[in-house]
């Protein structure tokens, strides 16, 4: 219990640090030198951003309770560099985009922040295919994982030094040179800048494949963990395609929205994680997997039916109007009509194949209790009930106690 306590306290010293760096973006923000007139931000801004932030902080904190409440989990190391790494990046892209842009000249150190933006920001998509290898005993056991998880590490660490050291203009500042840039390293900078890049997003391919592995050899407790798992990987799916449907449609007011979504999509993995590694009990995953199933199927088959419906009526509609505001109309109407039958019938497809005995369940209670209307003998009847009793409850032995008026039990 000892031995723990020091790294207890410094993962709490880590969040509290992370706090610190909230509260500094927060105070430049707010008392910061203004930009010039006319400059737009090449990050992400507004609401966007400070949800970016408390994803970044969620990182942080469910770290710490790993390392408190499952110590030797190396998720919670993991999570805590990712959102101390995170936040540091974020404070830097505000100190560099102000500084390099001020009305009032150039700050110190900004061109120095712009880079370590670059280097402190990236790891954290490599971390998310590490957490999924590691997930949920914060272990690697096997030899195909440990390769997989050298990979991860390879691709954060050469993102990192690249980076770093490439010479040149910097990544979202390209009006700055990197003043820590090595004229002679430059090919070698941008071949780790690449690998980096190629590493990390086949970290997290490599880390959803054994999730998925995992899960189906998987039984009672590891198996309801990874269920948490799955629901983060569903909702940050459907957020996903519901952004990536929005682009093929002309929604260019609603980019604020869609970043915005794309940062809660981040905040799920960790809570995601938190709570299938400590409280996991008090919930029924099952009900939020079944749910996000269902929407995230509906809301992908919507989104389809209304872009396909757009393009079909203004292609229609063309030689008689010019505007789209038919198509437009005509689309939402149809979409409305299909919502209601679509999500029967897609509940009834996810039950089929996800839950299929809560469906044969569903099923026989359903026939029961329409044979239930036409059914006049007692003997009959008490027969039907034994038998639904068995198919859906599937007990070891059914009695069947009847009162009657003439004799007081049967």
Not at 65 to 84: C, D, K
Not at 247 to 268: E, F, H, K, T
Not at 271 to 276: F, L
Request: aromatic share 8%; net charge positive.
């Amino acid at each position: 219990m000892t031995s723990g306590r020091p790294s207890r306290v410094a993962a709490w010293l880590v969040v509290g640090l992370c706090v610190m760096l909230i509260v500094a973006t927060v105070v430049l923000q707010v008392v910061g030198p203004r930009a010039v007139a006319g400059h737009q931000p090449a990050g992400l801004t507004g609401p966007a951003s400070w949800i970016l932030v408390l994803a970044y902080l969620a990182y942080a904190v469910v770290g710490a309770l790993i390392v408190s409440r499952a110590p030797g989990n190396g998720i919670g190391p993991l999570f805590l560099g990712s959102g101390l790494l995170g936040l540091l990046g974020e404070l830097s892209y505000q100190y560099a985009d102000q500084g390099l842009h001020a009305s009032s000249g150039v700050l110190p150190g900004a061109a120095e922040a712009a880079v370590l933006q670059n280097v402190a920001s990236p790891p954290t998509i490599g971390a998310l295919g590490l957490a999924l290898l590691l997930f949920p005993d914060g272990r690697l056991p096997t030899r195909r994982l440990r390769c997989a998880g050298g990979l991860a590490l390879l691709g954060m660490a050469s993102i990192m030094i690249g980076y770093a050291v490439q010479p040149g203009p910097i990544e979202f500042f390209r009006g700055t040179r990197n003043p820590w840039g090595v004229a002679s390293l430059d090919m070698v900078a941008g071949a780790l800048v690449l690998i980096g890049w190629a590493l990390m997003p086949l970290g997290v391919l490599l880390g959803g494949a054994a999730t998925v592995r995992r899960f189906r050899r998987s039984t009672g407790l590891a198996r309801q963990q990874l269920k948490w798992v799955a629901f983060a990987g569903a909702v940050a799916g459907v957020l996903f395609l519901a952004n990536l449907a929005s682009w093929l449609v002309d929604l260019s007011s609603i980019d604020g929205l869609r970043d915005a979504l794309l940062c809660v999509a981040m905040a799920s993995f960790p809570a995601a994680v938190g709570i299938a590694i400590l409280r996991y009990r008090l919930y029924d995953i099952d009900v939020f997997v079944n749910r996000a199933l269902v929407y995230g199927s509906l809301t992908v088959l919507l989104a389809a039916s209304y872009i396909g419906g757009v393009l079909v009526l203004q292609l229609a509609l063309r030689p008689l109007t010019r505007s789209s505001d038919l198509a437009v109309a005509g689309s939402t109407l149809a979409v409305a009509a299909l919502f209601r039958p679509a999500r029967e019938r897609i509940r009834g497809l996810v039950d089929r194949r996800f839950y299929r005995s809560r469906y044969d369940a569903t099923r026989t209670l359903a026939q029961f209790t329409a044979h239930l209307r036409d059914q006049l003998d007692a003997d009959a009847l008490a027969d039907d009930i034994c038998r639904v009793v068995e198919d859906t409850v599937q007990p070891t032995h059914v009695t069947l106690w009847v009162a009657t008026a003439e004799r007081g039990a049967q």
